[in-house]
Every structure is written in C-alpha cells, then in structure tokens.
C-alpha cells in the first residue's frame, strides 16, 4: 500500500487549499482515514477522522472537511479560511500506512 498526498503550497491567511491523498495497492472504500499535521519543532498531531463518523480537531472544526473520489481512489482534505497556525506539513494514514507528507504554509 502506498499512499501520496499532494496539494500543499503558499497561500494567504483566510485563503483555503484541497489537499489530495491518492493510494495505489488498496481501495480507501469506506475505510477510515485520517490526516495529521506537523509542525516545525512539533509534535505531530492529529486534524481529523472520516471513517463511520467524521471528527475533527477542535483547532479546525468548521473550516476542514474531507471528501473521497472512489473513482479516483482518493481523499480529500478541503482547508478553508487558513490561519498561519496551520502551517504544517499534512499527512494522510489509512490503517497503519502513511503517505510522505505535503507542505502547507499560509502567510500572515
């Protein structure tokens, strides 16, 4: 299984981005998925779930949502009104695999 995340860049605070997570060797169907974020000098942590139920971090409750492509294979992290707080760079896990990370900066 591997997964990729793609999606990140520079953008302005309030500004929003849609980060993808795409996997080859399994199907997301409806398993539960996962994003993380870390940043510099941090620990990671973790954003939010969307498996039976979706929850989220209190830090991004009401601006991230998640979506999913079956056809595409993927999942999808749409970040809206963008705080310099959330630059990090945001991982995607299904199960026990995690893609490599995608970077996130948002500029004051």
């Known amino acids: 299984v591997q997964l990729q995340a793609s999606g990140g860049g520079l953008v302005q605070a309030g500004g929003s981005l849609r980060l993808s997570c795409t996997a080859s060797?399994?199907?997301?169907?409806?398993?539960?998925m996962q994003w993380y974020r870390q940043a510099t000098g941090k620990a990671r942590e973790w954003v939010g779930t969307d498996g039976i139920t979706t929850t989220w971090a209190d830090s991004v409750k009401g601006r991230f949502t998640i979506s999913r492509d079956s056809a595409k294979n993927s999942v999808y992290l749409q970040m809206n009104s963008l705080k310099p707080e959330d630059t990090a760079t945001y991982f995607c896990?299904?199960?026990?695999?995690w893609g490599p990370g995608t970077l996130v900066t948002v500029s004051s």
């Open positions: 896990k299904l199960l026990t695999h």
């Open positions: 060797g399994t199907v997301f169907g409806r398993k539960p």
